[in-house]
T-cell receptor
Framework: KAGVTQTPRYLIKTRGQQVTLSCSPISGHRSVSWYQQTPGQGLQFLFEYFSETQRNKGNFPGRFSGRQFSNSRSEMNVSTLELGDSALYLC????????????????FGPGTRLTVT | GDSVTQMEGPVTLSEEAFLTINCTYTATGYPSLFWYVQYPGEGLQLLLKATKADDKGSNKGFEATYRKETTSFHLEKGSVQVSDSAVYFCALSSGKLVFGQGTRLTINP
């Protein structure tokens, strides 16, 4: 079974631009979560979607947004990019979500490396 | 809020050495606990998990026991290999995954 795929794998953007990242979950998985990984802050939760609805959100500014489509694919968007947004963005999919989903394994994609110059 | 504190790295060991990476957590309620591993250039892979107190998770020779009384979930392996070189993350789930800072492990032949 195919794993979680993320596109693009690498991206270079300029401050002030916006960017859209894509994530395709494992077939049958309806939950998609997004994480930001930086050397300074480590891995931080951005948001989680299940059945096209945002179920949980981390402490990120409104410039970070996401959505999920009916086929469970998800996109995240970052507007007005700042240098500090340079990071590895990881997507994870699982069968369940939230407290009920705590026992479901999250399968991670390889990430999108975003560099903001 | 919920948090995870894990042993700072980097950790460097010789092949066949005994490994311990400490992890403690703060959480309301009784979260599930996980260890994830990240190899260079890759995403995270679940290494093992435990969903309730006194559970022991194990995989590929690694073990960790959910200790409610000490709020700990230390990762151990009796004999490490060069292929175990990676970054290890301890995490808890209370609706979302909360990760520790990661511990970089290097095993020398």
């Amino acid at each position: 079974k195919a794993g979680v795929t993320q596109t693009p794998r690498y991206l270079i953007k300029t401050r002030g631009q916006q960017v859209t990242l894509s994530c395709s979950p494992i077939s049958g998985h309806r939950s998609v979560s997004w994480y930001q990984q930086t050397p300074g802050q480590g891995l931080q939760f951005l948001f989680e979607y299940f059945s096209e609805t945002q179920r949980n959100k981390g402490n990120f500014p409104g410039r970070f947004s996401g959505r999920q489509f009916s086929n469970s694919r998800s996109e995240m968007n970052v507007s007005t990019l700042e240098l500090g947004d340079s990071a590895l963005y990881l997507c994870a999919s699982s069968l369940g979500y939230g407290l009920a989903g705590a026992n479901y394994e999250q399968y991670f994609g390889p990430g999108t490396r975003l560099t903001v110059t | 809020g919920d948090s995870v504190t894990q042993m700072e790295g980097p950790v460097t060991l010789s092949e066949e050495a005994f490994l311990t990476i400490n992890c403690t957590y703060t959480a309301t309620g009784y979260p599930s606990l996980f260890w994830y591993v990240q190899y260079p250039g890759e995403g995270l892979q679940l290494l093992l998990k435990a969903t309730k107190a006194d559970d022991k998770g194990s995989n590929k020779g690694f073990e960790a026991t959910y200790r409610k009384e000490t709020t700990s979930f230390h990762l151990e392996k009796g004999s490490v290999q060069v292929s175990d070189s990676a970054v290890y993350f301890c995490a808890l789930s209370s609706g979302k995954l909360v990760f520790g800072q990661g511990t970089r492990l290097t095993i020398n032949p």
